[in-house]
């Protein structure tokens, strides 16, 4: 949701990636700025309305991201988006940083404008490929924040690690960072951030984005 310029490019990076894409805008000229070259949908009306979103086909959607220019609908679309359609992966951009926290409070990731990069958004929507946060001097060992599917609400730390071969380096709760333990129990809306070798980065990604009883 939200055609300017972080819109766009985010949608054109996302179509690269080999996904497809819709982008909803209240302007219909907005879409000029997705170039010729661009092969998805195009919705106009409001982002956080029911029927503008089935239009996008919000139904089969795996992620949803909320950059538009005010706050309010963002988290609005956001909110939305998650509750009413049950998409998973759902991010949504804010401007004033102080309400970054209370919004990731009701298990909305959001970034901030002023911390905003692409990579950013982009590790929180797609399922496999994003760029890790840390890289040691070898390359050969990364930390990179992990989706999760909600079926692993609930489980243990020590559960998630077995599974990836990982060690969870900490997570995000309400907006706080957290040094787990091995006890430590998933809940919504944590963020995890994951360290292991770079070459298990997929494998990895593709065990959190099943039901943990697959493995």
Same mark, same amino acid.
Request: a negative charge; proline letters at 4%; charged letters at 25%.
């Given at each position: 949701?939200?055609?300017?310029? $972080?819109?766009?490019?985010?949608?054109?990076?996302?179509?690269? @990636?080999?996904?497809?894409?819709?982008?909803?805008?209240?302007?219909?000229?907005?879409?000029?700025?997705?170039?010729?070259?661009?092969?998805?949908?195009?919705?106009? +009306?409001? +982002?956080?309305?029911?029927?503008?979103?089935?239009? /996008?086909?919000?139904?089969?959607? #795996?992620?949803? @991201? /909320?950059?538009?220019?005010?706050?309010?609908?963002?988290?609005?679309?956001?909110?939305?988006?998650r509750e009413k359609f049950g998409v998973?992966? !759902?991010? @949504?951009?804010? #401007?004033?940083?102080?309400?970054?926290?209370? #919004?990731?409070?009701?298990?909305?990731?959001? !970034? @901030?404008?002023?911390? %905003?990069?692409?990579?950013?958004?982009?590790?929180?929507? *797609? &399922?496999? =490929?994003? $760029?890790?946060?840390?890289?040691?001097?070898? +390359?050969?060992?990364?930390?990179?924040?992990? &989706?999760?599917?909600?079926? %692993?609400? =609930?489980?243990?730390? /020590?559960?998630?690690?077995?599974?990836? +071969?990982?060690?969870?380096? #900490? *997570?995000?709760?309400? =907006?706080?960072?957290?040094? &787990?333990?091995?006890?430590?129990?998933?809940?919504?809306?944590?963020?995890?951030?994951?360290? *292991?070798?770079r070459e298990d980065l997929s494998a /990895?990604?593709? $065990?959190?984005?099943? &039901?943990?009883?697959?493995?």
């Amino acid at each position: 949701m939200g055609c300017g310029r $972080v819109g766009a490019s985010l949608a054109r990076a996302i179509e690269r @990636a080999g996904h497809e894409v819709a982008v909803i805008d209240q302007d219909e000229s907005a879409f000029r700025r997705l170039g010729t070259s661009f092969e998805g949908r195009t919705v106009t +009306g409001v +982002g956080f309305d029911r029927d503008t979103l089935r239009a /996008a086909n919000i139904d089969d959607a #795996y992620a949803f @991201a /909320a950059v538009s220019s005010g706050d309010n609908s963002n988290i609005l679309a956001a909110r939305v988006a998650r509750e009413k359609f049950g998409v998973e992966h !759902v991010v @949504a951009r804010i #401007y004033d940083p102080g309400r970054a926290e209370i #919004y990731q409070r009701l298990g909305i990731p959001t !970034v @901030a404008t002023v911390k %905003w990069t692409s990579d950013q958004m982009l590790r929180r929507l *797609l &399922p496999q =490929g994003h $760029v890790p946060e840390f890289t040691d001097p070898s +390359g050969r060992v990364v930390i990179a924040e992990m &989706p999760i599917a909600s079926s %692993w609400i =609930g489980r243990r730390v /020590a559960e998630i690690e077995a599974a990836t +071969g990982g060690r969870l380096a #900490y *997570l995000t709760r309400l =907006g706080d960072g957290l040094l &787990p333990g091995d006890d430590t129990v998933y809940q919504e809306g944590d963020l995890l951030h994951l360290a *292991l070798r770079r070459e298990d980065l997929s494998a /990895a990604e593709r $065990v959190l984005d099943a &039901p943990p009883e697959n493995h």
